[in-house]
């Protein structure tokens, strides 16, 4: 089975880490993994902030990179929703729409390819520690993503897991929400780090890194002794 990795801009440019962890869970299933070196930004904080037309040039090159893939797999829900959208985004453009939507219907999110596609629930790692896990909007509400992420991370030996208070609450990242409204967002993020206190755990896990970094980055002004780690860490640790 082959599959190129959709790396993501936040997760090449912040936490690549995250990157090779997704590579070698995807190997240690028989998958032969490539990365299409023309990928770039999947256009979402574009498109989220009214720039169609601009975020349409970053949409066409990405439908470009991954259309002769056989599978595509990006460790953030929201940026493989985001590829989700281009049908309906170019709609208009009946040529592109059906390439779009190709790329689109075998796209996925790294916990929902492992479980949906490969049919693995337990990917035989170890990870000493107590976590509280977050589930993010957009992988959740938009993606459909819910079970996966908890299945794999309960199979995980040695890690034990907090149920997170009020965990269908938003972060405040929101990507560009988070800077247009950014007193909002900041009220948001607090309760959240709140609750992630309440749970007294060490670790919080995601699967988004705008939602980790809005969170940690709380975390740490507050003073909060809590390790912000993506699923792929932890699905990939031994």
Same mark, same amino acid.
């Given at each position: 089975?082959?599959?190129?990795?959709? +790396?993501?801009?936040?997760?090449?440019? $912040?936490?690549?880490?995250?990157?090779?962890?997704?590579?070698?869970?995807?190997?240690?299933?028989?998958?032969?993994?490539?990365?299409?070196?023309?990928?770039?930004?999947? @256009?979402?904080? %574009? $498109?989220?902030?009214?720039?169609?037309?601009? !975020?349409?040039?970053?949409?066409?090159?990405?439908?470009?990179? $991954?259309?002769? !893939?056989?599978?595509?797999?990006?460790? !953030?829900? !929201?940026?493989?929703?985001? +590829?989700?959208?281009?049908?309906?985004?170019?709609?208009?453009?009946?040529?592109?729409?059906?390439?779009?939507?190709?790329?689109?219907?075998?796209?996925? #999110?790294?916990?929902?390819? *492992?479980? #949906?596609?490969? =049919?693995?629930?337990?990917?035989?790692?170890?990870?000493?520690?107590? %976590?509280?896990?977050?589930?993010?909007?957009?992988?959740?509400?938009?993606?459909?993503?819910?079970?996966?992420?908890? +299945?794999?991370?309960?199979?995980?030996?040695?890690? =034990? *897991?907090?149920?997170?208070?009020?965990?269908?609450?938003?972060?405040?990242? @929101? @990507?560009? $929400?988070?800077?247009?409204?950014?007193?909002?967002? &900041? /009220?948001?993020?607090? #309760?959240?780090?709140? =609750?992630?206190?309440?749970?007294?755990?060490?670790?919080?896990?995601?699967?988004?890194? @705008?939602? *980790?970094?809005?969170?940690? &980055?709380?975390?740490?002004?507050?003073? /909060?002794?809590?390790?912000?780690?993506?699923?792929? /860490?932890? *699905?990939?640790?031994?």
């Amino acid at each position: 089975m082959k599959v190129s990795l959709f +790396i993501t801009c936040l997760c090449d440019t $912040f936490t690549p880490d995250v990157g090779k962890d997704t590579v070698q869970l995807l190997e240690r299933y028989g998958c032969d993994v490539d990365f299409p070196a023309n990928q770039t930004c999947c @256009g979402q904080p %574009a $498109f989220n902030s009214g720039y169609k037309q601009e !975020s349409i040039k970053a949409m066409k090159q990405m439908i470009r990179a $991954f259309e002769a !893939s056989q599978y595509v797999v990006g460790p !953030s829900g !929201s940026c493989v929703q985001m +590829i989700k959208e281009y049908p309906h985004a170019l709609k208009d453009e009946p040529e592109w729409r059906e390439r779009a939507q190709a790329v689109a219907e075998k796209t996925y #999110e790294l916990t929902q390819f *492992l479980v #949906e596609v490969l =049919h693995v629930e337990d990917v035989k790692s170890t990870f000493q520690g107590t %976590a509280t896990y977050h589930p993010s909007c957009h992988m959740t509400r938009l993606l459909g993503v819910k079970d996966a992420p908890r +299945i794999l991370l309960e199979n995980v030996e040695g890690l =034990h *897991l907090i149920e997170l208070p009020m965990k269908e609450d938003c972060c405040g990242f @929101g @990507g560009t $929400f988070a800077v247009k409204n950014a007193a909002v967002s &900041g /009220q948001m993020v607090d #309760e959240k780090a709140q =609750h992630i206190d309440e749970t007294g755990a060490e670790y919080l896990i995601g699967g988004d890194m @705008g939602c *980790l970094m809005n969170m940690g &980055g709380c975390m740490s002004r507050n003073k /909060q002794d809590v390790k912000v780690l993506h699923i792929a /860490q932890v *699905l990939n640790s031994q």
